[in-house]
């Protein structure tokens, strides 16, 4: 800011303007600020509080110039880049704190607490709790020494980022350092949203200023320290973040499994959280063996009623949905909708309970059931106004059930309408947002349109193949959807390059009746006939309707097809014979 500007700056900043004959000592002023806007900002805060006079500060600043490395460390001001910025910060800012620790203990207390959340968006539910007269005095001290800025919303603060840094290293000076800062982890510990708190809905405000608080505290780690990590895992699983998440939840539970008993109830809502989380990321096989065992473990100790002990049964009856125990999990999803039924018809547990047992019967190929079980759901949701996650999900599942059951119209259309009234919501990569595409991708495909089809599960794929290993489930199933639109398409060399990938691993992965193993081998069969390796579908097609193996029941849809590719095989190859 040049000279000129700096000289408005502070005279309209000014309650009292400066006396005719001061403009020396403006300027002597302003030069020690060097033209800083901030640093005018706060000289003329103090100023205006506490009535002044400029030659009376200006000597307050000679005074704390001497301060600066010894409140603030030598790095400070030592930056020659920012030497002159970070000094004139440091010099008005010591005047100010001086005088509001003089006549506030409880800003500085907030102050404080601030230096190590973000400087930016504070919201003002986050602060420590205080009487509301004194709270609002405290605000407004920090506000007219310019420590604070309020947004035009009057419940979001803003702190510059050199007064955040000036506060926090004199925090660090200061032997109330280290006390200050487990008192500001052990404050949002306990304040940190969860589901069921009236401030809920502030969460995603939350959450990076605990990152900030947590990046600080790599050492000296106690039960508040993972009390806030396990509560910054949940809001990131909400947010289906799950990366960060498991993240979360992995160090909560290590730490928690040094020093807890086995039967220990905090132990085991961390180790049922990084099962969850397990099974978020797609690892089925650990989320399963982790929930087991903690399901196991409560049977013992909890009342089967007991919301932790429902929810570890909950999530190990989808895991096992996700590693074919199809009917494990059926079993478990009945015993929790017995147990819940005492409930309110709209409390989201028991939904939640009867969508995952809606969608087991759909893996069981019980789709009427299922589509009561999804229709009654979605009818008390819009009663109850719901309009997130859980939503869209029993959406989805009940256009999935609608498209195995042969009403493909009805299907497209959920699909449809998800796809441009909440699935943008979702992360591009989210799994739900991809799984919906796939399932309009093979609805397009069952009415012939595959055109439309192709490039949707072209799309899933590119994602896919970016996030999920190359074994996983889904990137395979929507691998071996495309390969039938290109086999439906003509684009045959195209299906068996996909299709040999796609077999093989399912070969070595899924039991022989296997309905997408059977699919997969089917359509390679097919393909193979299609460009004349005739004897290599024999050989596929043979193992299936062989006379020999029980592996599907004579009436089979898929022995009866297979066995219909054999004869054409066959067929085919007395031709060429001939």
Not at 118 to 145: N, R
Request: hydrophobic share 40%; glycine share 4%.
């Amino acid at each position: 800011m040049d000279r000129e500007e700096a000289i408005h700056l502070f005279t309209t900043s000014l309650i009292q303007k400066p006396q005719t004959g001061n403009e020396e000592l403006v300027l002597e002023l302003l030069t020690k600020l060097t033209f800083l806007p901030l640093a005018i900002a706060q000289a003329s805060a103090y100023l205006n509080k506490n009535k002044a006079p400029i030659r009376a500060y200006l000597k307050l600043l000679e005074g704390a110039e001497s301060e600066v490395s010894k409140v603030f460390g030598r790095e400070f001001g030592d930056n020659t880049r920012y030497k002159g910025t970070q000094n004139a910060i440091g010099t008005t800012w010591i005047v100010s704190f001086d005088q509001i620790q003089k006549l506030d203990p409880l800003a500085v207390d907030l102050l404080s607490f601030i230096s190590y959340i973000e400087p930016k968006a504070i919201p003002q539910s986050i602060l420590p709790v205080a009487a509301p007269a004194e709270f609002e005095s405290a605000i407004g001290t920090l506000c007219s020494y310019s420590f604070l800025a309020r947004r035009e919303e009057a419940d979001t603060f803003d702190m510059h980022s050199l007064v955040h840094t000036a506060t926090r290293d004199w925090l660090h000076k200061d032997e109330r350092g280290r006390q200050s800062f487990q008192d500001a982890i052990s404050h949002l510990a306990a304040r940190f949203p969860v589901e069921g708190d009236f401030h809920y809905t502030l969460r995603s405000e939350y959450v990076p200023h605990a990152m900030r608080l947590l990046s600080r505290n790599d050492q000296e780690r106690g039960d508040d320290t993972y009390t806030l990590l396990e509560k910054l895992g949940w809001s990131f699983a909400r947010d289906r973040r799950f990366k960060e998440s498991s993240e979360c939840a992995e160090e909560v539970f290590k730490w928690r499994r040094g020093f807890l008993p086995e039967t220990d109830l905090l132990r085991l809502r961390a180790e049922t959280t990084l099962g969850i989380a397990y099974a978020d990321r797609r690892q089925f096989e650990e989320a399963t063996e982790i929930l087991s065992h903690v399901v196991k473990t409560q049977s013992g100790i909890l009342a089967e009623d007991e919301p932790l002990r429902l929810l570890a049964e909950h999530a190990l009856a989808s895991a096992y949905m996700n590693v074919e125990r199809v009917e494990d999990a059926i079993e478990i999803f009945e015993h929790i909708v017995d147990v819940e039924k005492h409930l309110d018809e709209e409390d989201d547990s028991r939904l939640s309970s009867k969508k995952g047992l809606a969608d087991a019967y759909l893996a069981n190929g019980q789709r009427e059931e299922a589509i009561d079980i999804l229709q009654h759901i979605i009818k008390v949701r819009k009663r109850t106004q719901y309009n997130n996650f859980d939503c869209l999900a029993c959406h989805y599942s009940l256009g999935t059930a609608l498209l195995g059951s042969g009403q493909t119209e009805n299907a497209i259309e959920i699909f449809e309408r998800l796809q441009v009234t909440g699935m943008e919501t979702l992360e591009e990569s989210d799994q739900l947002r991809l799984a919906n595409e796939s399932s309009l991708g093979r609805a397009f495909l069952q009415l012939g349109r595959i055109k439309d089809a192709v490039p949707i599960f072209e799309h899933v794929i590119e994602i896919e193949r970016r996030i999920l290993p190359e074994n996983d489930s889904s990137l395979l199933a929507s691998e071996q959807d495309l390969a039938h639109a290109y086999l439906v398409d003509g684009r045959t060399l195209d299906a068996i390059n996909i299709l040999e990938h796609v077999v093989g691993f399912n070969r070595r992965t899924l039991p022989e009746n296997d309905q997408w193993r059977l699919a997969s081998e089917r359509d390679l069969a097919a393909a193979y006939q299609k460009v004349g390796r005739t004897r290599e579908a024999i050989e596929i097609l043979e193992r299936a309707v062989s006379a020999k193996t029980d592996m599907l029941a004579y009436n089979d849809p898929y022995r009866q097809e297979f066995r219909r590719l054999l004869l054409d095989c066959h067929d085919k190859l007395k031709e060429a014979d001939n």
